[in-house]
């Protein structure tokens, strides 16, 4: 089966974002007021093989823990969407 | 080492390596020999100690460091790592030792969004490293070049506490007097950490480029002490055993 996966990777609680920090200081200057806890992070896109979608989603996991994220500061969340068999 | 000279380093290059030759003629400075081995090299076992020069390895694409550190001279370097050797990372060199989990934490992008090219003022902080050796505590090395998007050291809590209580700090960014408070940390790093090292202080990271630091022409002699102490560790560790591969 291949399967459209994304992955999500987001600074773990409690490091440091320096982007979501500059965005958040600079939303207020263009008048988007009332915005808080802007979090920046990553999207990785890609088609995946596999026997099925479990297969598929632990081999992505083994890819995010080896390079995609660095697990010291990075969590990650893996979807598979737009599952297509035989696509 | 060789018969004649110093002790012979490894100064590392992966394809975005742009400080090697700096290390090399630093190295010689130091009373060192430094010779460039590229990344597919994996025996580094004729070497006395290795520098990851700084750059961009591998275009520092996904992170800085995430792919270098899949590169065959890792296994080298961490056998000599584990022989007791000296291994120092430079800037990218030390991003690329954070991936590679030789040392804690990781590099951030600096705390203000831009890049830094500057001179900094350094405090040392520990003195048992490969690279502080010949210092003294809480010596003060002044205007030691830092040029880096990604050098906000960053870690979780426990791990901060951690390395504070093994005493892996081994230079911190401070004002001229010494002063480690944020008003002098250009980069936001955490504690104000430049530089730390393994618990053994073979293993060492720093953002700051002593190589830049050798002769007064180029504004400071500051890094001399530390490329000195690298020197003399390598020498010292001389034919130290490689663990079995």
Redesign the interface.
């Known amino acids: 089966m291949r399967s459209k996966v994304t992955v999500l990777i987001r600074l773990k609680e409690g490091i440091l974002d320096p982007q979501g920090k500059a965005i958040e200081e600079s939303l207020p200057a263009l008048g988007y007021g009332g915005v808080e806890s802007v979090k920046v992070g990553k999207v990785i896109e890609m088609i995946a093989e596999g026997a099925d979608a479990a297969e598929i989603e632990s081999r992505v996991r083994a890819m995010c823990d080896a390079l995609l994220a660095n697990p010291v500061i990075e969590d990650y969340e893996v979807e598979l969407t737009a599952a297509r068999e035989g696509g | 080492m060789s018969e004649q000279g110093g002790p012979l380093v490894a100064v590392i290059v992966f394809p975005g390596t742009n400080c090697e030759l700096d290390v090399v003629w630093a190295l010689d400075c130091a009373g060192g020999r430094g010779e460039l081995v590229f990344h597919d090299v994996s025996d580094l076992s004729r070497y006395d100690g290795a520098i990851l020069a700084g750059g961009f390895a591998h275009g520092d694409y ?2 800085p460091g ?2 270098a550190r ?1 590169s065959p001279v890792m296994d080298g370097l961490r056998e000599l790592a584990q022989a007791g050797r000296p291994v120092v990372g430079i800037c990218n060199g030390f991003q690329v030792l ?2 590679a989990g030789f040392l ?3 590099l ?6 831009t890049f830094i090219c500057a001179p900094a003022n350094l405090k040392v902080e520990r003195t048992a490293s490969a690279l502080t050796s010949l210092c003294t505590q809480g010596q003060i090395l002044e205007n030691v070049p830092i040029n880096h998007f990604e050098g ?1 050291y ?4 426990a ?1 901060l506490r951690s390395i504070e209580e093994r005493g892996q700090v081994i230079l911190r960014y401070c004002g001229p007097s010494g002063d480690t408070s944020e008003e002098w940390n250009p980069n ?1 790093s ?1 504690n104000s950490i430049a530089g730390i090292c393994n618990e053994a202080g073979n293993v060492v990271g720093l953002m700051p480029h002593p190589e830049r630091a050798m002769e007064e022409i180029t504004g400071s002699t500051s890094g001399r002490p530390l490329l000195e102490s690298f020197v003399e560790s390598a020498r010292q560790s001389h034919g130290a055993a490689l663990g079995v591969k």
């Open positions: 996904l992170r995430a792919i899949f954070c991936e804690p934490g990781a951030q992008k600096n705390a203000g969004l906000n960053t870690a979780d809590e791990t936001g955490a």
